[in-house]
Antibody, heavy 123, light 108 residues
Framework: QVQLVESGGGVVQPGRSLRLSCAAS????????MHWVRQAPGKGLEWVAV????????YYADSVKGRFTISRDNSKNTLYLQMNSLRAEDTAVYYC????????????????WGQGTMVTVSS | SYELTQPPSVSVSPGQTARITCSGD??????AYWYQQKSGQAPVLVIY???KRPSGIPERFSGSRSGTMATLTISGAQVEDEADYYC???????????FGGGTKLTVL
């Protein structure tokens, strides 16, 4: 069964750090780019970051650049999001999503999503 | 910064055609994608590369793009299509991605 399972969310104080994980199963995750997308309570989707299939390229939304780091361990089929200097406005459900390679159909689309993990930044 | 603009809400009666628009300058060169998100659930891809439908998505869902606007059309909308719909695309560099603000579709 193809699935993504996020973990690591919780309540954290402003200025502190948190690391999210996204475990992939049922497919060869090492050939896919992977993204993090977040959704603040009652708000819309916001793209956060992307990492290439081999981890060699990463890009970030301006809102998190310099504070968040996306990484992956293909030997563990796991994607990470290290979040530092957290702010109240980072409070959201964080989703990981799969992005197929260019030689596959659905390339460029988030074809599989995890169920999300909630991060609350509050004192 | 790159933005995609959607109407906040669209309302139709069951069986009618719902059209949700998405506008942004980069759509003149980049594909549009559409996601459906029902309450409390993760988003689901319903249209990719402007007009292609993933496996398992009903035929009543279709998409198009012209100039700087993309449109999601639900022909014969059903009550179960009530959801938030988000368009998505990339900026000209492909390094950044962006979602539209979302459109709440009401079918009643």
């Amino acid at each position: 069964q193809v699935q993504l399972v996020e973990s690591g969310g919780g309540v954290v104080q402003p200025g502190r750090s948190l690391r999210l994980s996204c475990a992939a199963s049922g497919f060869t995750s090492s050939i896919y780019s992977m993204h993090w997308v977040r959704q603040a309570p009652g708000k819309g989707l916001e793209w956060v970051a992307v990492i290439s299939y081999d981890g060699s390229n990463t890009y970030y939304a301006d809102s998190v650049k310099g504070r968040f780091t996306i990484s992956r361990d293909n030997s563990k089929n796991t994607l990470y999001l290290q979040m530092n200097s957290l702010r109240a406005e980072d409070t959201a459900v964080y989703y990981c999503a799969r992005d197929p390679p260019q030689w596959m159909s659905l390339s460029g689309a988030f074809d599989i999503w995890g169920q999300g993990t909630m991060v609350t930044v509050s004192s | 910064s790159y933005e995609l603009t959607q109407p906040p809400s669209v309302s139709v009666s069951p069986g009618q055609t719902a059209r949700i628009t998405c506008s942004g300058d980069a759509l003149s060169k980049k594909y549009a994608y559409w996601y459906q998100q029902k309450s409390g659930q993760a988003p689901v891809l319903v249209i990719y590369e402007d007009s292609k439908r993933p496996s398992g998505i009903p035929e009543r869902f279709s998409g198009s793009r012209s100039g700087t606007m993309a449109t999601l059309t639900i022909s014969g909308a059903q009550v179960e299509d009530e959801a938030d719909y988000y368009c998505y695309s990339t900026d000209s560099s492909i390094n950044h991605r962006v979602f539209g603000g979302g459109t709440k579709l009401t079918v009643l």
